[in-house]
Nanobody, 114 residues
Framework: VQLQASGGGSALSGGSLRLSCEIS????????MGWYRRFPGKERDMVAE???????NYANSVKGRFTVSRDAAKNTIFLQMNSLKPDDTAVYYC?????????WGQGTLVTVSS
């Protein structure tokens, strides 16, 4: 399984960005997909996730502002980020999980300035 993320960049506080992550390879055992983020000097934290039944889960800090979705036909997951805050500045990673292991995409930097 390979993941290719795109869509990071810069935004002003209150603005929006949309991240995409294309998943290729053997996707048949994937049960969960989503996004983590890493702040400087800290571990990665879950931001949003979606399972194969389209059940979603969000970190409290992004509820109501971020939306995770997927396009099964295009093997792509998305993270729509609205009402961005400077505290959202981080490197964002997409991931896909099977029962055996977790796969990661490369990080994409999101910078929000006030």
């Amino acid at each position: 399984v390979q993941l290719q993320a795109s869509g990071g960049g810069s935004a002003l506080s209150g603005g929006s960005l949309r991240l995409s992550c294309e998943i290729s390879g053997d996707r048949s055992r994937i049960t969960l997909m989503g996004w983590y983020r890493r702040f400087p000097g800290k571990e990665r934290d879950m931001v949003a996730e979606i399972n194969v039944f389209d059940y979603t889960n969000y970190a409290n800090s992004v509820k109501g502002r971020f939306t995770v979705s997927r396009d099964a036909a295009k093997n792509t997951i998305f993270l729509q980020m609205n009402s961005l805050k400077p505290d959202d500045t981080a490197v964002y990673y997409c991931y896909a999980k099977t029962l055996a292991r977790q796969y990661w995409g490369q990080g994409t930097l999101v910078t929000v300035s006030s």
